[in-house]
């Protein structure tokens, strides 16, 4: 059995190295809050003081990180733990980051003589404790392949995208519709009270349409509740808006109604959203 590194125990983090432990790997983590380490740590998991720590011996790291930047920061500033792994080691980056920041990371994993994959994944926190997670892989298909048995316990399935920024760019397209859809949704729900339609004749004439995407349903509940407990909290799929945004300049494609939506949501989290579900864009839609 291989030996593990994993670094970031976030709502999604946590919850996927709890299924690695229940797959029977042994795990080394690190999280800069530690006492998210605690359940692992009572199931038999090594806490490391710093991220060079958590890597020492370790056959694959993975990471599940909040930004770019902080992904950065672990790997390469003060007790870094990218010249701490060992050679031909396997780094899995499942962060959210945009694709041009894998690539520099692949780039600079290779110098240091350590393999990469960018394999972010599509689900929230219930998939990710149910390991039903899809990850979106950019890479080598031989180091996906030497990955699957570990991808396997915290997924449902490994898409291999191609070479090494293109599980990224996926999961780019992913959160930016996943974010326009719900704002569109939103809008439409609100406009409809408004008019005199009844929240509940609005879900069930709207969402038995084409016009609605699916994921409108799963979210319904939070919706109709008013539960906003973070699943995927408002302000990192802002994060996520934003990051397309350096994609698209970066490619120079128009994206006039990505942008709207990155503010839309930038004034949300600014109203003081930003820790609860990212499905409180509709409340705040509602209050203004």
Do not use: C
Not at 6 to 14: D, Y
Not at 147 to 175: E, F, P, Q
Not at 201 to 216: E, I, M, S, Y
């Amino acid at each position: 059995m291989k030996n593990i590194a994993f670094l970031g125990l976030g709502i999604m983090g946590s919850r996927m190295a709890a299924n690695l432990q229940k797959a029977g790997f042994q795990l080394t983590v690190y999280n800069r809050s530690a006492e998210a380490t605690t359940a692992l740590i009572e199931q038999g998991a090594q806490l490391a003081s710093n991220p060079a720590e958590a890597v020492l011996g370790a056959d694959i790291v993975v990471t599940m990180l909040s930004t770019p930047e902080v992904v950065k920061t672990l790997a390469q500033g003060e007790n870094g733990f990218l010249s701490a792994m060992q050679q031909d080691s396997l780094w899995i980056n499942s962060s959210t980051i945009n694709p041009s920041v894998a690539e520099e990371l692949g780039t600079l994993s290779k110098k240091h003589g350590v393999r990469y994959i960018d394999a972010p994944v599509a689900g929230s926190k219930a998939p990710a404790e149910n390991g039903e997670l899809l990850f979106l892989a950019g890479g080598d298909k031989t180091d996906i392949d030497d990955a699957g048995t570990l991808l396997d316990a915290m997924g449902k399935k490994t898409l291999h995208l191609g070479k090494v920024g293109k599980g990224s760019s996926m999961k780019m397209l992913i959160n930016q519709l996943l974010a326009q859809s719900l704002a569109a949704f939103s809008e439409a729900l609100v406009m409809g009270e408004a008019m005199g339609l009844s929240q509940d004749v609005l879900f069930n004439v709207l969402t038995a349409t084409p016009v609605v995407a699916p994921v409108v349903g799963a979210v319904r509940p939070k919706l109709e509740n008013g539960n906003y407990e973070a699943n995927f909290p408002l302000k990192w799929i802002h994060k996520d808006l934003h990051l397309s945004t350096i994609s698209a300049y970066e490619k120079e494609v128009a994206t006039p109604v990505l942008n709207t939506t990155k503010e839309l949501f930038a004034q949300a989290k600014k109203s003081g959203l930003g820790d609860l579900d990212f499905t409180a864009i509709y409340q705040f839609l509602k209050d203004q």
